[in-house]
């Protein structure tokens, strides 16, 4: 008699960069757990080295700019995804792109599960007037949900967003000299903070002489602006568009502390382990996408009422003032990494 057709879980997730990249973690942990299942994470061909180091994780990448582009290229990559021979699908995406393909995955009566968003309680945060500030379901949670439906038992790994073990130990504080990442940009403006702040900051870092500090960053507009940095400050060394996003990644790896927006350098250093102090403008750590393992209070971020206004921050500020960012000051965001190196955070 034929044998059990083997399991095999394609977990579904294109958009954005950060966000793909959480799940990197997660589907870590439930490929050790289940070595009889294989995991193919479908996404962006940047974001594979993140995913690799388990022999039952395999890696498939999109090219939604061509040969996967509109409908029909929609058709090609379910026909190319059908070709793995997939037994069920995880949506943790729930965009439309993916609302297309489970239709086609339906057809074939492939099971499937997909990712609840939570927009009621989002909107609740973010709404101007009766903001309910609370803390709610993180995303690596949402994405663990869609996996527990199709059958797999409940590690409530996603409940474990602050537990201080997925971050590395720090590396003493009676070292010669650490490497601190610094991450100035992020998509959109409501996340990031003051160019000019960001800069005193550096400059003030590069002052001590146990900092060397690495600059990451890309597009024409922002490599300049940090090799500006880079030329004018000592210790200071900007990587941007100098190497690959695996080579990045290394380096990431390499920092003892990585100082960001909430962005995907954030997402990238946590799947890394490396630990981040993040500045947060428009968004809120509450909404679910802070990063994995990192503590709260690594977070850098004003309390003014009107924040969250935005779940990604894309929103035009109501005020026009952007209050949320422009209360951070140099000597708060300073402060915070002498306090993590201080042994204090």
């Given at each position: 008699m034929p044998g059990k057709t083997p399991e095999h879980i394609l977990v579904l997730r294109f958009s954005a960069l950060g966000?793909?990249?959480?799940?990197?973690?997660?589907?870590?942990?439930?490929?050790?757990?289940?070595?009889?299942?294989?995991?193919?994470?479908?996404?962006?061909?940047?974001?594979?080295?993140?995913?690799?180091?388990?022999?039952?994780?395999?890696?498939?990448?999109?090219?939604l700019k061509g040969r996967h582009n509109g409908l029909k290229g929609l058709y090609k990559l379910f026909k190319e995804l059908m070709g793995l021979k997939p037994t069920k699908v995880a949506d943790i995406n729930s965009v439309l792109r993916t609302f297309i393909l489970r239709a086609f995955f339906t057809a074939k009566l492939i099971p499937l599960a997909y990712?609840?968003?939570?927009?009621?309680?989002?909107?609740?945060?973010?709404?101007?007037?009766?903001?309910?500030?609370?803390?709610?379901?993180?995303?690596?949670?949402?994405?663990?949900?869609?996996?527990?439906?199709?059958?797999?038992?409940?590690?409530?790994?996603?409940?474990?967003?602050?537990?201080?073990?997925?971050?590395?130990?720090?590396?003493?504080y009676?070292?010669?000299?650490?490497?601190?990442?610094?991450?100035?940009?992020?998509?959109?403006?409501?996340?990031?903070?003051?160019?000019?702040?960001?800069?005193?900051?550096?400059?003030?870092?590069?002052?001590?002489?146990?900092?060397?500090?690495?600059?990451?960053?890309?597009?024409?507009?922002?490599?300049?602006?940090?090799?500006?940095?880079?030329?004018?400050?000592?210790?200071?060394?900007?990587?941007?568009?100098t190497c690959s996003f695996r080579e990045e990644l290394n380096a990431i790896g390499e920092t003892d502390l990585m100082v960001c927006m909430d962005s995907a350098n954030m997402h990238f250093a946590s799947c890394l382990k490396v630990p981040v102090i993040s500045i947060w403008?428009?968004?809120?750590?509450?909404?679910?996408?802070?990063?994995?393992?990192?503590?709260?209070?690594?977070?850098?971020?004003?309390?003014i009422e009107c924040r969250p206004c935005s779940i990604f921050g894309k929103k035009e500020c109501f005020r026009g003032d952007y209050a949320c960012l422009d209360q951070i000051t140099t000597d708060m965001a300073e402060q915070k990494i002498l306090n993590f190196f201080s042994g204090q955070l």
């Open positions: 966000d793909a990249a959480m799940a990197s973690t997660l589907l870590k942990v439930y490929a050790r757990a289940n070595p009889n299942v294989k995991f193919t994470m479908v996404s962006s061909p940047m974001l594979e080295p993140l995913f690799e180091g388990e022999g039952n994780l395999s890696y498939f990448s999109t090219d990712m609840r968003k939570g927009r009621k309680e989002k909107r609740e945060l973010t709404r101007k007037e009766g903001k309910v500030l609370r803390q709610l379901i993180p995303t690596v949670r949402r994405y663990e949900l869609a996996l527990v439906k199709l059958g797999l038992k409940d590690l409530k790994f996603g409940l474990q967003s602050e537990n201080p073990e997925l971050i590395r130990p720090k590396r003493g009676d070292k010669e000299s650490y490497v601190i990442g610094v991450a100035p940009f992020a998509t959109h403006k409501g996340k990031i903070w003051s160019i000019e702040r960001m800069e005193e900051l550096v400059s003030r870092l590069s002052q001590d002489k146990r900092f060397r500090i690495l600059l990451f960053g890309g597009g024409k507009k922002e490599i300049a602006i940090l090799k500006g940095w880079e030329q004018k400050y000592s210790g200071v060394k900007s990587l941007a568009g403008g428009a968004t809120h750590i509450y909404a679910g996408f802070y990063g994995l393992g990192q503590s709260s209070s690594m977070a850098v971020q004003s309390d």
